[in-house]
């Protein structure tokens, strides 16, 4: 599995974009980016995922470089509820029982 | 659907004990996981069961063991507990054939080894 890296800690206001970079460079052409994220004391729960088009769901849109080195997840109108830890994965999902790799992730805090 | 079960939610063992961990899905997946996160770090896999009767390492099994009971159950034992194996546990699981393969996590055990 590619490595990815996310910045430690950001914060944004309640109501504002929250724009979650992650850079991935290693990745290979088969390879998706998958977005978890973690509410505090509870079991990560998916939010997208993409292989090289954008895209959206009723959560979160996914913007992947034209390179596919990067990638930001944004959450267009972040409340209270979305502070948790975002996890930025890079796997090939159709390897028979591979394992996804959670690294720290981005702790998000949303600031009223 | 309850999605993914796992039993107890709290456990406090001294070093030495056994104890199971118990994971249920009701999903019909084929792939069940069960990861271990320790404070401020990101999941780390244990063991896995690609389908009903395989199981494989991850990235840290040992001190573990497991047991894909059947389609639904997957669990986790230790043998013989130590302090380093103080942590959450989360199951998940998944449907390879979902071309997506995303993973559904359980609530957790918060497991205390004295």
């Known amino acids: 599995d590619a490595k990815t890296t996310q910045p430690t800690s950001m914060d944004c206001a309640e109501g504002r974009a929250a724009n979650l970079p992650c850079n991935h460079s290693?990745?290979?052409?088969?390879?998706?980016v998958y977005w978890y994220r973690q509410i505090h004391s509870q079991g990560p729960q998916y939010i997208i995922h993409g292989l090289k088009n954008n895209e959206t769901n009723e959560m979160a849109s996914l913007i992947i470089t034209e390179d596919r080195k990067s990638s930001t997840l944004i959450l267009p109108h972040a409340t209270l509820r979305d502070t948790a830890v975002y996890y930025c994965i890079v796997r090939v999902p159709w390897n028979y029982g591979q394992n996804f790799v959670f690294g720290p992730g981005t702790r998000l805090s949303v600031l009223p | 659907n309850a999605g993914v079960t796992q039993t107890p939610k709290f456990q406090v063992l001294k070093t030495g004990q056994s104890m199971t961990l118990q994971c249920a899905q009701d999903m019909n997946h084929n792939s069940m996981y069960w990861y271990r996160q320790d404070p401020g770090m990101g999941l780390r896999l244990i063991y896995y069961?690609?389908?009903?009767?395989?199981?494989d390492k991850g990235e840290v099994p040992n001190g573990y063991n497991v047991s894909r009971l059947n389609k639904r159950e997957f669990s986790l034992r230790l043998e013989s507990a130590a302090p380093s194996q103080t942590s959450v546990y989360f199951c998940?699981?998944?449907?390879?054939?979902?071309?997506?393969?995303?993973?559904?996590f359980g609530p957790g055990t918060r497991l205390t080894v004295l």
């Open positions: 069961s690609a389908s009903e009767g395989t199981t």
């Open positions: 290693t990745i290979s052409g088969n390879e998706y």
């Open positions: 998940a699981s998944s449907d390879i054939g979902d071309r997506s393969n995303e993973q559904f």
